[in-house]
């Protein structure tokens, strides 16, 4: 069932055309990857969402109602997003309580569980975090506010890999005990891809991808082995593209593969999320 329903939308800014007549559909309780090279149009998807900005033309709708100015719809989602949108002076406990007033499910039991699981000291200011920490502290808002729809752009800027595969694990665990429609826009793509259930590709403003990890993946495979052996079994194909490292070269393609056509010495693998996007976004 759609949750979230994005209906011919084009976001204009001055002559740049950031969006360019996308339509989307976000289910209920499903985790999605958004991904897009710079200047895509993730974060512009993601603001107009959350009515931060206003759509040139289209239309938004949260559980059926129009987000444009309207609470009630804006009320069911939290946007985590690289700025930080509490007073400076603020301590994270003060912050906490003041989340409540506007998410009034917002659960500070858990989130003071959280800060014990993260080490972030609830009683330092917000200014007093460094990067990694200011993200820590968006990430427990996030999970804490415990909204029907979860936006998070670029979750973990600034965490070392030890935090990043700790909030993955929690970000899957709260999951599991309230399932709701989370969107994850990140570059860590290898990170994020073993959580992602359905990826959305935006290029030049325009989605070019829209479909479940498991189907974009068996859509193809990868082949490694020497360059002369690999360019003369890609001949004819649909290669994404290759990447060559001294004598060996692994080319990326689609099409369904017969085990019988691989010749000798020839390594085959499933198609890597990561290394399909690159090829997808490149050109």
């Not at 649909?238 to 004598?247: A, E, F, K, R």
């Amino acid at each position: 069932m759609s949750y979230i329903s994005v209906k011919n939308i084009t976001k204009k800014f001055g002559n740049t055309v950031a969006l360019d007549n996308i339509s989307l559909n976000f289910e209920q309780n499903k985790i999605y990857g958004l991904l897009g090279r710079n200047g895509a149009g993730k974060t512009t998807l993601l603001n107009l969402i959350t009515n931060k900005i206003f759509p040139t033309e289209g239309e938004i709708t949260v559980d059926g109602d129009n987000v444009i100015e309207n609470d009630r719809p804006l009320s069911k989602i939290y946007l985590m997003t690289e700025k930080n949108y509490y007073p400076d002076g603020m301590t994270v406990n003060e912050a906490f309580r003041w989340s409540r007033e506007f998410y009034p499910d917002f659960d500070n039991d858990y989130a003071k569980k959280l800060c014990e699981k993260f080490s972030l000291n609830c009683k330092k200011k917000i200014k007093s975090l460094s990067t990694g920490y200011k993200s820590i502290f968006k990430i427990i808002v996030s999970l804490a506010c415990n909204t029907p729809v979860l936006l998070l752009d670029e979750p973990v800027l600034g965490l070392d890999a030890n935090h990043r595969d700790l909030f993955y694990k929690e970000l899957i665990q709260n999951y599991s005990e309230k399932p709701r429609t989370i969107v994850i826009s990140t570059h860590l793509i290898e990170e994020a891809s073993d959580i992602i259930e359905d990826v959305v590709v935006i290029k030049n403003g325009k989605v070019i991808m829209n479909d479940s990890v498991e189907n974009v993946l068996s859509q193809g495979y990868s082949i490694s082995g020497t360059t002369v052996a690999v360019d003369k079994y890609i001949e004819g194909k649909n290669v994404l593209g290759s990447d060559v490292l001294g004598g060996l070269k692994t080319a990326y393609l689609l099409g369904n593969i017969n085990p019988k056509d691989i010749p000798a010495g020839m390594e085959v693998s499933a198609l890597d999320l990561q290394k399909l996007f690159i090829h997808m976004t490149n050109n």
